[in-house]
């Protein structure tokens, strides 16, 4: 080692949750883009199905895009004192000690809050988030990260492993 070099640092262990059905956002949202192209045209000119129709179908679909591929995360991953968080088109890091609980929206759906920030949201359907918040809980021990009634509930749902358990573990 030359005397510029650093010495790198040992092997360290990484953790987190990746949904094992992630692809389905952006597939869903291909096949509603498709549909909305098609339908704007057919509408203008021909008047069938109506504008009205039309126009909420071209809303739902920006809705649902803005929610599924930037705001509602498939993984988080921690690396030391760094929380990664990533949807189909965006990546957000914070300070694990800037995580402060664990909540739900709905079954398979949950959020880690932030202090003053916007909470991450998670789609979590699968025995492997409760899995990760014990983790966490372990690498944060000054916050609590209880899972909520729906994360045990979406752990046992029928099928909810099928496409693998989603908590992982490895070293880096």
Same mark, same amino acid.
């Given at each position: 080692?030359? =005397? ?5 640092p040992g092997?360290?262990? &990484? ?6 059905m ?8 291909t096949?509603? &883009? *498709?549909?909305? =192209?098609? +339908?704007?045209?057919v509408?203008l &000119? ?5 504008i009205g129709?039309t126009?909420?179908?071209? %809303?739902? *679909?920006?809705w649902n /895009?803005?929610w599924f ?6 993984? *988080?991953? &921690?690396? %030391?004192?760094?929380v990664?968080?990533?949807t189909? +088109?965006r990546?957000r890091?914070a300070d694990?000690?800037?995580? !402060?609980g =664990? ?9 880690? !809050?932030v ?6 949201f998670?789609?979590? +359907?699968?025995?492997?988030? =409760?899995?990760? +918040? ?14 909520? /009634?729906?994360?045990?509930? %979406?752990?046992?749902?029928?099928? /909810?492993?099928?496409? $693998?358990? $989603?908590y992982?573990r490895?070293?880096v």
């Amino acid at each position: 080692m030359s =005397v510029n070099e650093t010495p790198s640092p040992g092997p360290r262990w &990484v953790f987190g949750y990746r949904n094992p059905m992630w692809w389905i956002a952006p597939f869903n949202m291909t096949i509603l &883009v *498709v549909v909305a =192209v098609a +339908l704007l045209p057919v509408s203008l &000119v021909g008047g069938e199905p109506p504008i009205g129709f039309t126009l909420f179908w071209v %809303g739902a *679909v920006a809705w649902n /895009a803005y929610w599924f591929l930037f705001r509602i995360g498939y993984q *988080v991953e &921690v690396d %030391g004192q760094v929380v990664t968080w990533r949807t189909p +088109l965006r990546r957000r890091t914070a300070d694990l000690n800037r995580l !402060t609980g =664990v909540g739900s929206l709905w079954m398979g759906f949950s959020r880690l !809050t932030v202090d003053g920030e916007r909470s991450l949201f998670m789609m979590t +359907l699968g025995p492997g988030w =409760v899995t990760f +918040l014990q983790a966490l809980a372990q690498a944060h021990p000054t916050a609590t990260f209880p899972p909520t /009634a729906l994360d045990r509930l %979406g752990a046992r749902w029928p099928g /909810a492993g099928w496409f $693998g358990p $989603g908590y992982y573990r490895r070293l880096v």
